[in-house]
């Protein structure tokens, strides 16, 4: 059974950091397309950044580029999304998702056929 568990939310001031996790089970994190997207109230769902392969390969949303990084611990099966230099048009649910495709060059496609529950980040002062 595949299931994504995302966690490490919370409050944070305007420029502050935070690193998120996607923590898998039921497949190889390592070996498939994953992504973080996200979504603010009364807005879609969108794109954060993605793993377009097991390769290591990765690709980000033009405007969360230089500001957030994704990364992975193969060891721990789990997926991190580290963000600097927070605003508050960061708040949002951040999901993490994959449509468990060995490539997938459209990670950042909505149409994911695993997501997690989500974790909440809130940017205010």
């Known amino acids: 059974q595949v299931l994504l568990v995302e966690s490490g939310g919370g409050l944070v001031q305007p420029g502050g950091s935070l690193r998120l996790s996607c923590a898998a089970s039921?497949?190889?994190?390592?070996?498939?397309?994953i992504g973080w997207f996200r979504q603010a109230p009364g807005k879609e769902r969108e794109g954060v950044g993605c793993?377009?392969?097991?390769?290591?390969?990765?690709y980000y949303s033009n405007s969360m580029k230089g500001r957030f990084t994704i990364s992975r611990d193969n060891t721990k099966n789990t997926m991190y999304l580290h963000m600097n230099s927070l605003e508050p048009e960061d708040t949002a649910v951040y999901f993490c998702?994959?449509?468990?495709?060995?490539?997938?060059?459209?990670?950042?496609?909505?149409?994911?056929?695993?997501w997690g529950l989500g974790t909440q980040v809130t940017v205010s002062s």
């Open positions: 998702a994959t449509r468990l495709y060995y490539t997938d060059p459209a990670c950042l496609s909505p149409l994911q056929h695993y």
């Open positions: 039921g497949f190889t994190l390592a070996e498939y397309a």
């Open positions: 793993f377009t392969s097991g390769d290591g390969s990765t």
